[in-house]
């Protein structure tokens, strides 16, 4: 006599299996999505949106009436714009170069060297976190002015060649790779040099995008030094030129927006591109820390 038993069909691996916790963890990362680009996303609306409109009790959501008239009267008015984009980038691209090299260094030094002192180096260095940035101001512009270097790019990009964070986030990822392949790199004839460009750098290149991400994003939207050390027109970055364009007695939204939204283009690029190591960085240092 045949015997039939009952088999449960089994289930597509690719749909997904909704439950309550579930859907409630969908619905919030979608809500916290929305409330983290909605600044973005009414930036570049109200850039799009004519100035007279910019100024209603109840703006639209969607600009109704958008035209480019905007952009227009910024280059029309703040002729040097593309010259302070230009200033920007070389300052962004300048210290976040520097901060790859000199972090890294410092950051492999006290991962791996062993040197009297090193400890308690590291923890001296650490604890200048604890200082405001706008203690330094005073005494950083005296050095700056005694150097001559007021009124230029050096102005910015000098005093911004390493940072702490920077020193403390390689290092901490620095030292989760394995001794193992630095000394096998040294067995077969490479120097000190080549020890750290050859093993160091590929390996801790998720680190080095997310530093490099941090830094070029911190350094583009940088204002407060820049307006300090930076006294002619042609000579600004782009966040002090935009707010240059306020007028005294009144402030046309629509000019500011566009030069902002503008502003936002290349960090937005410079995230797309460097986001995969970005990822992968936190990803590893999630996993090894």
Same mark, same amino acid.
């Given at each position: 006599? =045949?015997?039939?038993?009952l /088999?449960?069909?089994?289930?597509?691996?690719?749909?997904?299996?909704?439950?309550?916790?579930?859907?409630a963890?969908w619905?919030?990362?979608?809500?916290?999505?929305?409330?983290?680009l909605?600044?973005?996303?009414?930036?570049?609306v109200?850039?799009?949106?004519?100035?007279?409109?910019?100024?209603k009790?109840?703006?639209?959501?969607?600009?109704?009436?958008?035209?480019?008239?905007?952009?227009?009267?910024?280059?029309?008015?703040?002729?040097?714009?593309?010259?302070?984009?230009?200033?920007?980038?070389?300052?962004?691209?300048?210290?976040?170069?520097?901060?790859?090299?000199?972090?890294?260094?410092?950051?492999?030094?006290?991962?791996?060297?062993?040197?009297?002192?090193?400890?308690?180096?590291?923890?001296?260095?650490?604890?200048?976190?604890?200082?405001?940035?706008?203690?330094?101001?005073?005494?950083?512009y005296?050095?700056t002015?005694?150097?001559?270097?007021?009124?230029?790019?050096?102005?910015?990009?000098?005093? =911004?060649?390493a940072?702490?964070? @920077?020193?403390?986030?390689?290092?901490?990822?620095?030292?989760?790779?394995?001794?193992?392949?630095?000394?096998?790199?040294?067995?077969?004839?490479?120097?000190?040099l @080549?020890?750290f460009?050859?093993?160091?750098?590929?390996?801790?290149?998720?680190?080095?995008?997310?530093?490099?991400?941090? /830094?070029?994003?911190?350094?583009?939207?940088?204002?407060?030094?820049?307006?300090?050390?930076?006294?002619?027109?042609?000579?600004?970055?782009?966040?002090?030129?935009?707010?240059?364009?306020? @007028?005294?007695?009144?402030?046309?939204?629509?000019?500011i927006?566009?030069?902002?939204?503008?502003?936002?283009?290349?960090?937005?690029?410079?995230?797309?591109?460097?986001?995969?190591?970005?990822?992968?960085?936190?990803?590893?240092?999630?996993?090894k @820390?």
């Amino acid at each position: 006599m =045949a015997t039939h038993t009952l /088999t449960t069909p089994k289930r597509n691996p690719f749909l997904p299996r909704w439950s309550w916790p579930r859907i409630a963890m969908w619905t919030a990362l979608i809500v916290t999505t929305i409330i983290s680009l909605w600044p973005m996303y009414w930036l570049f609306v109200t850039a799009f949106t004519p100035t007279q409109q910019t100024l209603k009790a109840s703006p639209d959501l969607f600009p109704v009436n958008a035209s480019l008239s905007n952009f227009e009267r910024l280059f029309q008015q703040a002729r040097d714009y593309w010259r302070w984009a230009f200033n920007s980038l070389a300052v962004a691209l300048f210290v976040t170069l520097f901060h790859v090299i000199f972090d890294t260094l410092a950051g492999y030094a006290f991962a791996k060297k062993r040197f009297p002192g090193r400890n308690i180096l590291f923890w001296i260095i650490l604890s200048t976190l604890m200082i405001p940035d706008h203690v330094t101001l005073v005494p950083l512009y005296i050095v700056t002015r005694n150097l001559q270097l007021l009124d230029t790019l050096w102005a910015v990009i000098m005093p =911004a060649t390493a940072s702490v964070f @920077g020193i403390f986030l390689m290092r901490q990822y620095i030292q989760t790779l394995p001794s193992e392949l630095e000394d096998a790199a040294r067995i077969d004839g490479c120097s000190e040099l @080549g020890v750290f460009w050859r093993v160091i750098m590929p390996l801790a290149q998720p680190a080095i995008g997310a530093l490099a991400i941090f /830094t070029f994003v911190r350094n583009w939207n940088n204002y407060l030094w820049p307006v300090i050390v930076l006294q002619r027109t042609p000579n600004y970055t782009l966040p002090v030129g935009v707010v240059s364009l306020q @007028g005294e007695f009144s402030t046309d939204y629509g000019i500011i927006f566009a030069g902002a939204a503008l502003a936002a283009l290349p960090m937005i690029v410079f995230f797309l591109i460097f986001q995969r190591y970005f990822l992968e960085g936190v990803r590893m240092g999630a996993l090894k @820390g």
